[in-house]
């Protein structure tokens, strides 16, 4: 083999080694959806009904999300989970949350496999089946913020892990008098596949 095939051979393999590399990162334009699995550790005072203290359990349940990025950098995502039963003292509610997040990708662009991120945004949170006879939880509408890093399987399959938080208070009534609040403050941690179009 000639000098000018060694050398265009290796030109062709570069520059196809370099597409490949610039096609996993995040970048202006891209599409996701995400699926996954995560923990939510909700915090140890969670307040009173009518003077009795409240114990909420932590629970765990399926995460999913879809986001867009408006820039390399810059995107928003929307991300919730299925309906989680939360035991408490004397019975249950469930409990399912829908962030709008405003995300930061500080390597989109580049042709970094990793892809860490940062999130700010809104939280609001629907709870409903409440067990306990004519106890009503109010929904919950707050700041939310979360940090997490994807890494590059394919161009177009990722692997993640990340954290939230959100700062979640429900007022409750009792026979639609009010009796107290519950604070959760939920700390989620979870890992997800995603599909990046």
Same mark, same amino acid.
């Given at each position: @083999?000639?000098?000018t095939? !060694? ?5 062709? !393999?570069?520059?196809?080694?370099v597409?490949?590399q610039?096609?996993v990162?995040? *970048?202006?334009?891209?599409?996701? %959806? ?5 923990? =939510?550790? /909700?915090?140890?005072?969670?307040g $009173?009904?009518?003077? *009795?203290d409240i114990n /909420? *359990?932590?629970? $765990?349940?399926?995460t ?5 990025? #408006?820039t390399?950098h810059?995107?928003? +995502?929307l991300t919730?989970s +299925?309906? /989680?039963?939360?035991d @408490?003292?004397?019975?249950?509610f469930?409990r399912?949350?829908i962030n709008? @997040?405003?995300?930061? #990708?500080?390597l989109?662009g580049?042709d =970094?496999? /990793?892809q860490p991120?940062a999130?700010?945004? !809104?939280?609001h &949170? ?5 067990s %306990?006879?004519? %106890?009503?939880?109010?929904? =919950? &509408?707050? #700041?939310?913020? $979360?940090?997490? !890093?994807d #890494?590059?399987? &394919?161009?177009n ?6 954290? *939230?938080?959100?700062?979640? +208070?429900?007022?409750v009534?009792?026979?639609? $008098?009010?009796?107290?609040s519950? +604070?959760?403050?939920?700390?989620? %941690? ?8």
């Amino acid at each position: @083999m000639n000098a000018t095939r !060694v050398i265009s051979a290796t030109a062709i !393999v570069a520059a196809s080694l370099v597409a490949a590399q610039s096609a996993v990162a995040y *970048q202006s334009g891209d599409i996701y %959806v995400r699926g996954g699995y995560a923990k =939510s550790d /909700v915090s140890d005072d969670n307040g $009173q009904i009518a003077g *009795q203290d409240i114990n /909420v *359990q932590d629970e $765990q349940g399926i995460t999913y999300g879809a986001g867009y990025l #408006f820039t390399d950098h810059l995107g928003v +995502e929307l991300t919730g989970s +299925e309906a /989680v039963e939360h035991d @408490m003292t004397g019975g249950s509610f469930e409990r399912t949350p829908i962030n709008l @997040m405003a995300n930061y #990708f500080p390597l989109g662009g580049t042709d =970094s496999r /990793v892809q860490p991120y940062a999130g700010i945004g !809104v939280n609001h &949170t629907y709870f409903s089946n409440e067990s %306990v006879a004519n %106890v009503d939880l109010d929904h =919950s &509408t707050s #700041f939310t913020g $979360q940090l997490g !890093v994807d #890494f590059a399987l &394919t161009d177009n399959l990722m692997i993640g892990s990340y954290a *939230q938080y959100a700062d979640v +208070e429900s007022d409750v009534s009792v026979n639609g $008098q009010g009796a107290g609040s519950l +604070e959760l403050d939920p700390l989620t %941690v979870g890992g997800n596949l995603t599909l990046r179009f």
